[in-house]
């Protein structure tokens, strides 16, 4: 007789998720730190993470990230390209700010610069590529939540969450987990139900593949009519009289009657019978006394 089914409780259906997404796979080296975390070592010399601690830390994260009021005191930081979409979507959802790419030294602690901070809370996708925030947030005393993979250093990280933080999948899972982790425990989510945003939205997508889906997209607009084809035809004609392009101007021959007609004489007899014109005349300057002024 076969059973029925049984159904998944949620840290199962997470764990579940996260294997496929390569999420236990770590490194060939393992930071004496992180030996808590493995489970054991594979026959390549992989070493396993515990998924069950890599769950409870997520919970753990995500229970200081919804201590903090003002979710725009959380900045979320990725300097690898994997994590880069996955940090983003994970402040558009989260209300969080996100700083992806290249950290501008001096952002934590240099107050003359623009783009100086004070957060409250820092979340890291990689402590070796992140080092630079992780020494300026330990300088400024900011608490630090990091992914760690077996060979990540530990140092100046306050929570470190064990999991593979070099894959795209990987990255783009453990946000996406802790996305709907906070906002369950806020209240946006209910109990008992899934988040309506999937995790394919979280993943690193390549150039390539993002140019392919905007050439289809482009491919799969209507066509347009060639209004070339028409230029020249009848339909411009029947649309536009040709009376409305009629020139304006008058005949070459016309001749205004009421005025010139000086120009007449001229043109039929030549300059030299043209009447001279009348001198108007001029009265003779008075005649001053030599004498004086009398």
Same mark, same amino acid.
């Given at each position: 007789? +076969?059973?029925?089914?049984?159904?998944?409780?949620?840290?199962?259906?997470?764990?579940?998720?996260?294997?496929?997404?390569?999420?236990?796979?770590?490194?060939?080296?393992?930071?004496?730190?992180?030996?808590?975390?493995?489970?054991?070592?594979?026959?390549?010399?992989?070493?396993?993470?515990?998924?069950?601690?890599?769950?409870?830390?997520?919970?753990?994260?995500?229970?200081?990230?919804?201590?903090?009021?003002?979710?725009?005191?959380?900045?979320?930081?990725?300097?690898?390209?994997?994590?880069?979409?996955?940090?983003?979507?994970?402040?558009?959802?989260?209300?969080?700010?996100?700083?992806?790419?290249?950290?501008?030294?001096?952002?934590?602690?240099?107050?003359?610069?623009?783009?100086?901070?004070?957060?409250?809370?820092?979340?890291?996708?990689?402590?070796?590529?992140?080092?630079?925030?992780?020494?300026?947030?330990?300088?400024?005393?900011?608490?630090?939540?990091?992914?760690?993979?077996?060979?990540?250093?530990?140092?100046?990280?306050?929570?470190?969450?064990?999991?593979?933080?070099?894959?795209?999948?990987?990255? *783009?899972?453990?946000?996406?987990?802790?996305?709907?982790?906070?906002?369950?425990?806020?209240?946006?989510?209910?109990?008992?139900?899934?988040?309506?945003?999937?995790?394919?939205?979280?993943?690193?997508?390549?150039?390539?593949?993002?140019?392919?889906?905007?050439?289809?997209?482009?491919?799969?607009?209507?066509?347009?009519?060639?209004?070339?084809?028409?230029? *020249?035809?009848?339909?411009?004609?029947?649309?536009?009289?040709?009376?409305?392009?009629?020139?304006?101007?008058?005949?070459? *021959?016309?001749?205004?009657?009421?005025?010139?007609?000086?120009?007449?004489?001229?043109?039929?007899?030549?300059?030299?019978? +043209?009447?001279?014109?009348?001198? +108007?005349?001029?009265?003779?300057?008075?005649?001053?006394?030599?004498?004086?002024?009398?």
């Amino acid at each position: 007789m +076969a059973t029925a089914q049984r159904n998944l409780t949620t840290r199962e259906a997470d764990i579940r998720m996260m294997m496929a997404a390569e999420v236990h796979l770590g490194t060939k080296n393992c930071d004496f730190q992180m030996e808590r975390y493995v489970f054991k070592r594979r026959n390549d010399g992989i070493y396993i993470i515990n998924l069950g601690k890599t769950w409870e830390k997520l919970q753990l994260a995500a229970r200081i990230i919804v201590a903090i009021e003002n979710p725009q005191d959380i900045i979320v930081q990725s300097a690898r390209p994997y994590g880069q979409r996955a940090v983003l979507k994970f402040a558009q959802y989260t209300g969080a700010h996100a700083i992806a790419g290249r950290h501008t030294p001096g952002t934590f602690t240099n107050q003359l610069q623009t783009s100086f901070s004070e957060p409250r809370l820092l979340i890291l996708t990689d402590p070796r590529t992140d080092h630079q925030p992780i020494k300026e947030a330990a300088l400024s005393n900011i608490p630090t939540i990091a992914f760690c993979d077996t060979d990540s250093p530990m140092r100046y990280v306050d929570i470190g969450i064990p999991a593979n933080n070099k894959g795209k999948h990987s990255i *783009g899972c453990l946000f996406w987990l802790l996305g709907r982790m906070v906002l369950q425990m806020r209240g946006l989510i209910p109990p008992g139900h899934k988040w309506d945003i999937m995790v394919d939205l979280f993943f690193y997508r390549e150039p390539e593949e993002a140019k392919e889906q905007q050439e289809e997209e482009v491919q799969a607009l209507p066509d347009h009519t060639d209004y070339s084809a028409v230029a *020249g035809g009848a339909e411009w004609s029947s649309q536009i009289p040709d009376a409305q392009w009629a020139p304006e101007i008058p005949a070459a *021959g016309a001749v205004v009657a009421s005025g010139w007609t000086a120009e007449e004489a001229v043109g039929r007899e030549g300059w030299d019978a +043209a009447a001279a014109p009348t001198m +108007a005349a001029v009265a003779p300057p008075p005649v001053v006394n030599p004498g004086g002024w009398e």
